[in-house]
């Protein structure tokens, strides 16, 4: 099988068959407060895009919280390599995120625990996740699998509740793994999975339902039937497929094959640019929002420097509600909307890009 396969398949963040399937395994309280929310602010998104104007009348579905930016690993593309400053470095308290859905836990569908570090690295995680299971909000989460070192580390995530949990794997050995995830050991994550995999069954449990991801580069292109045939073998649900993004002509060279360069950037000499420009909006400016371990909110993950922060919740009586509305948050939505490639984030960004972003298999599928 080559990477043509890969065109075959669905390409979407989340195809029809997947969320049709998200939905019977994931445990989200539908309240009419949370679906009022959602028709609102749905509805002042489409709304700001036919007027050009940002108006929002609800509050994001989705919030992505960082539980640390502290990570074990040294990806050359991940955003807190390539950042420009160094951020100061920490985890999330748990008081402050119960905080945090104390106030919003009631309205949002979905908490995506994590951003630029390692979740697991933060020892309150799990409890994180159970916390917001008592709000009835979906929970997950992406790891590069180096911490679930037992079978009782296992069970224990199984029995907090988490929905789903990624695992970042782009190899099927410790020679081409190991070329993208410096640092990073290939039979420690294998482990993990197949710990984590078991103490499902074990516990007869469809939670958390495991996604493997793959980013696929120049050097593990061929290794697609294989990590199929062992994403099979581990009883995983779900494979996912997704472009390389670089930064530099030098990354391009080094990660992508020339078709992959030729699909999706023009290259110059010490610049890369995405080949079809980008669009003047992001549906993220509505539907999703970003919290950091200290606090401070941020547009998206994409956005590493903290370069617009909106304000800072948890130490100044800011609440998330306030800011989410605020003039800052307001002024960002608008030059999005007016000229999105001012952002220079935004210019890498695949938020509403033609290409496709990931491409997934259901594994019972197959
Ligand atoms: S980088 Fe810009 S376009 Fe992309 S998600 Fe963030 S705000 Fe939206």
């Known amino acids: 099988m080559s990477s043509k396969f890969l065109d075959k398949l669905t390409f979407s963040v989340v195809p029809f068959r997947s969320a049709v399937k998200a939905l019977r ?18 509805a002042s998104m489409y709304v700001s895009k ?5 108006v929002v009348w609800g509050i994001p579905p989705i919030l992505m919280v960082e539980p640390t930016n502290i990570c074990n690993l040294k990806c050359p593309m991940c955003p807190a ?16 995120f119960k905080a945090l859905m104390d106030e919003v836990g009631s309205y949002v569908f979905q908490v995506q625990f994590w951003n630029q570090g390692e979740p697991f690295i933060n020892k309150e995680f799990l409890e994180m996740v159970r916390y917001a299971k008592t709000k009835g909000v979906m929970t997950i989460t992406s790891t590069n699998g180096h911490f679930i070192p037992t079978d009782e580390k296992a069970e224990e995530i199984v029995e907090s509740g988490l929905d789903q949990i990624i695992f970042s794997m782009d190899g099927t050995n410790q020679e081409t793994y190991e070329k993208y995830r410096i640092g990073g050991d290939f039979n420690l994550v294998i482990e993990s999975l197949r710990r984590l995999s078991e103490a499902r069954i074990r516990l007869k449990s469809k939670q958390p339902l ?3 991801q793959f980013i696929v580069f120049k050097h593990n292109q061929d290794e697609i039937d294989d990590i ?6 581990f009883k995983l649900d779900r494979l996912s497929f997704k472009t390389a993004m670089v930064y530099t002509p030098e990354q391009a060279d080094t990660f992508l094959s020339a078709e992959q360069k030729e699909e999706v950037y023009k290259l110059e000499q010490d610049k890369v640019e995405r ?3 980008v669009p003047n909006w992001c ?29 800072t919740l948890f130490t100044n009586g800011a609440t998330f509600r ?33 290409q496709p972003y990931a491409r997934i298999i259901e594994l019972e599928d197959m």
Not at 306 to 311: K, Q, T
Request: aromatic share 10%; proline share 4%; hydrophobic share 40%.
């Open 275 to 277: 080949k079809n420009g």
């Open 283 to 311: 549906n993220r400016l509505w539907l999703n929002s970003t919290v950091n371990w200290d606090g401070t909110v941020v547009p998206c993950c994409f956005d590493v420097d903290s370069d617009y922060i909106f304000d």
């Open 25 to 42: 395994i994931f445990k989200i309280a539908y309240t009419p407060k949370r679906l009022w929310n959602g028709i609102k602010i749905v």
């Open 228 to 233: 199929i045939r062992l994403a099979k073998k």
């Open 210 to 212: 495991i996604e493997l």
């Open 81 to 96: 390599i390539v950042g420009k400053r160094v951020l100061h470095k920490g985890q999330l308290k748990l008081n402050h």
């Open 50 to 54: 036919l007027i050009r104007r940002p």
């Open 322 to 354: 306030k800011v989410w509305k605020n003039a800052a948050y307001q002024r960002f939505r608008r030059q999005v909307i007016s000229n999105r490639s001012a952002v220079e984030m935004c210019n890498n960004c695949t938020e509403g890009m033609p």
